[in-house]
């Protein structure tokens, strides 16, 4: 809804997921490392399976608002086994991804494309969660020209700044520091304080990065 997967529209169908975890491209041809996939249960897939159209079906958040309306377009088994071998490069259960993959997701996937409601509600951190296409306006806003993204899941530390500043420096730009605040790992520091880590460093930005703009 966001284009935060441009070019991908829609959850995979079977062709381009098949494509994806066999070839690590789109059918179109683009680099695509991972399947975005609709998990749902045998018996769901059952209940939207139908023989004379498209079915229909209202996508909700956990407080029950309307995000968008799914058109499925295609359902289908997908084998794991060879998804998490090919993905992940193992079908051990200790890998947090694959636990997830067999033991979480659901047995079926469908594909569909989506008409956007209106997108997730939240209640913190609201002036910087951004789409895509606002982030290129703040930048252009900002009139930045180079910058290199760091994208993380973890609190930054010294490490971190060093590398990303010595990569600005390199290319003669500045800092774009982009992080995870979905799933993570198990054990992973919550991603309210990982972002007030993230305000800190930028608070002390001149003493971290001297001369490199973030």
């Not at 407080?63 to 998490?84: C, G, R, S």
């Not at 890998?95 to 997701?105: D, I, K, N, Y």
């Not at 990569?167 to 309210?192: C, F, N, S, W």
Request: contains cysteine; charged residues 25%.
């Amino acid at each position: 809804m966001t284009g935060a997967f441009s070019p991908l529209a829609a959850f995979m169908d079977e062709e381009t997921y098949t494509s994806v975890v066999n070839d690590l491209r789109l059918p179109s041809g683009e680099v695509w490392p991972m399947p975005i996939t609709l998990d749902v249960s045998k018996e769901t897939a059952a209940e939207w399976k139908q023989e004379d159209g498209p079915t229909q079906v209202a996508l909700r958040d956990q407080f029950f608002n309307l995000v968008a309306v799914l058109t499925v377009t295609d359902i289908y088994v997908p084998n794991k086994q060879v998804e998490a071998q090919k993905v992940f490069g193992t079908t051990d259960r200790t890998h947090p991804a694959v636990a997830f993959l067999f033991g979480t997701a659901g047995s079926v996937y469908v594909g569909g494309t989506l008409e956007g409601v209106m997108l997730p509600q939240h209640y913190d951190f609201n002036s910087i969660r951004m789409t895509p296409a606002e982030v290129r306006t703040e930048l252009k806003r900002l009139g930045w020209g180079r910058f290199v993204g760091f994208q993380t899941r973890n609190p930054m530390h010294r490490a971190h700044i060093e590398l990303t500043r010595r990569a600005a420096r390199e290319i003669q730009g500045r800092v774009l520091i982009h992080p995870v605040v979905g799933m993570t790992k198990p054990g992973d520091v919550d991603y309210a304080t990982r972002v007030r880590c993230y305000q800190a460093v930028l608070k002390r930005a001149e003493r971290y990065y001297g001369e490199v703009r973030v």
